[in-house]
Nanobody, 119 residues
Framework: QVQLVESGGGLVQAGGSLRLSCAAS????????MGWFRQAPGKEREFVSA????????GYADSVKGRFTISRDNAKNTVYLQMNSLKPEDTSVYYC????????????WGQGTQVTVSS
């Protein structure tokens, strides 16, 4: 089992920045990738960004490219999402997820952290 705990959400004005953190614990040695997803009220959950744990290759949704940056600290088993130039449409609950080696998808999820961007 892997436990994920997000932090860093909050209320920010448009154009501002926030940094989300996701600390992983448990059987983290089997982690293949970690990602961030978000879900706004009445909408489906959508992919935001991901990072391959070994090697650090990253991927981003088109809507956040150039504004968000994902990074990791292997020693702390923590993944970060630096969010700059925030827009009201970025308002969502942001979830951290972990994919274990050999898994076909993300198999562990955090509880989510609210990000609200005011106009």
């Amino acid at each position: 089992q892997v436990q994920l705990v997000e932090s860093g959400g909050g209320l920010v004005q448009a154009g501002g920045s926030l940094r989300l953190s996701c600390a992983a614990s448990g059987r983290t040695f089997s982690t293949y990738a970690m990602g961030w997803f978000r879900q706004a009220p009445g909408k489906e959950r959508e992919f935001v960004s991901a990072i391959i744990w070994s090697g650090g290759r990253t991927g981003y949704a088109d809507s956040v490219k150039g504004r968000f940056t994902i990074s990791r600290d292997n020693a702390k088993n923590t993944v970060y999402l630096q969010m700059n130039s925030l827009k009201p449409e970025d308002t969502s609950v942001y979830y951290c997820a972990s994919q274990s080696a050999g898994s076909s998808g993300y198999n562990y999820w955090g509880q989510g952290t609210q990000v609200t961007v005011s106009s």
